[in-house]
């Protein structure tokens, strides 16, 4: 599954802003609260680097607990405790 999608054209927003030129459009499900801040924070023309690093980041860390849960439930155990946050992900990762 592709998690960036790049346009060219006018766009609108639905708060009423809009443009001309190409825009991304990243999958930001896996995103921290950090991640928005460090992408708030970041100057213009660093945000879109910023985005896609992110994204690939956070993407990385979400295919690999999957891999890690699918891997702990062949095993013939009753509990398993991953650390991490609510989105089992170690931010740190």
Known sequence: ???????????VSVDGSWGNGEIQLFD?????????DHLDEAADSEKLLVARYITRKRNKQAKKTAEIIAAARLLEVRTIILSGNENGLDKNA
């Open 1 to 11: 599954m592709r998690k960036t999608r790049t346009f060219n054209g006018l766009w």
């Open 28 to 36: 930001t499900q896996h995103w921290l609260d950090e991640d928005w």
